[in-house]
């Protein structure tokens, strides 16, 4: 531990109880950025305290910040800690962060390469996309959109990940965000196989699935405007898919009853 605040003051030592944000040499934990939410989990120390890190994030450029509340016992400034990350919810960030390359991929091909991002949000239970496009998305439109990033995800290829200079990345083919910042050297984020090589390439410094199959299952859940010439998409994957889906068969299947009618009907 190389620091620890207190309402934003450094102190030396906190106690069971306390809210505390911790700074530490090295760190497993994914701190916020590019639109993925921090890593969660619990830190341990060999004298017994426990600290719950609810949240992490990045300050002053590469500093991962650790914000959470002392379960048990104490923690100072010196100790050694072992850090262990909430593992499930990071493999459900990491299958929504894969998806939204695979989204934003379909949505070009099908839309047209004026679609960039606008701007995106990746939580463990759904994944938010907002894209440049003048009207509503059309029902076969998005039905299109879902059925390739399913494709892609049933195909199960490898996601690989290869650290370039920026100028090598983009002549590689890779796709820049438009605002985000990125250091001379690059993640590169390639997935799903292609007639023409990799489906989708692009910078990106999140945590990502080792193959597309991870994914599982990928739904659009809604679509609509957010400012002039600007559309968000709302889906989920995996598990929450499957949830999704169970609820909406539940609700048509309760419709056919009171309707006395089968749910094809």
Not at 123 to 131: G, K, Q, T, V, Y
Not at 207 to 233: C, S
Not at 250 to 261: C, E, H, R, S
């Amino acid at each position: 531990v190389l620091a620890l605040l207190v309402g934003g003051k450094p102190v030396e030592r906190v106690e069971e109880g306390q809210d505390v944000a911790v700074v530490v040499n090295q760190s497993p934990f994914y701190g916020e950025s590019g639109g993925q939410m921090g890593d969660s989990g619990i830190f341990f120390t060999p004298h017994g305290a426990e600290i719950a890190i609810g949240d992490t994030m990045k300050k002053l450029g590469d500093l991962v910040v650790h914000v959470g509340k002392v379960q048990r016992g104490h923690l100072a400034v010196g100790d050694v800690v072992e850090m262990r990350i909430d593992l499930q919810r990071r493999a459900a960030l990491r299958a929504n962060h894969s998806a939204t390359h695979l989204l934003h991929e379909a949505l070009r091909r099908q839309l047209g390469t004026h679609i960039s991002q606008k701007g995106s949000l990746v939580a463990p239970e759904r994944l938010r996309f907002d894209i440049s496009h003048p009207k509503a998305l059309s029902p076969e439109e998005l039905r299109r959109v879902e059925e390739e990033v399913n494709a892609k995800v049933r195909h199960n290829s490898e996601v690989v990940t290869r650290l370039m200079n920026q100028q090598e990345a983009i002549d590689a083919g890779a796709m820049a965000l438009f605002g985000e910042k990125y250091g001379e050297e690059v993640r590169v984020l390639s997935m799903g196989d292609d007639h023409a090589g990799k489906y989708s390439v692009e910078l990106c410094g999140g945590t990502h699935v080792r193959r597309t199959g991870d994914i599982g299952l990928f739904k659009i859940v809604g679509e609509g405007a957010v400012a002039a010439g600007v559309r968000r998409i709302e889906a989920v994957t995996g598990a929450a898919a499957d949830d999704y889906m169970r609820q909406r068969d539940a609700a048509l299947q309760n419709i056919a009853g009171l309707l006395k009618a089968r749910p094809e009907e």
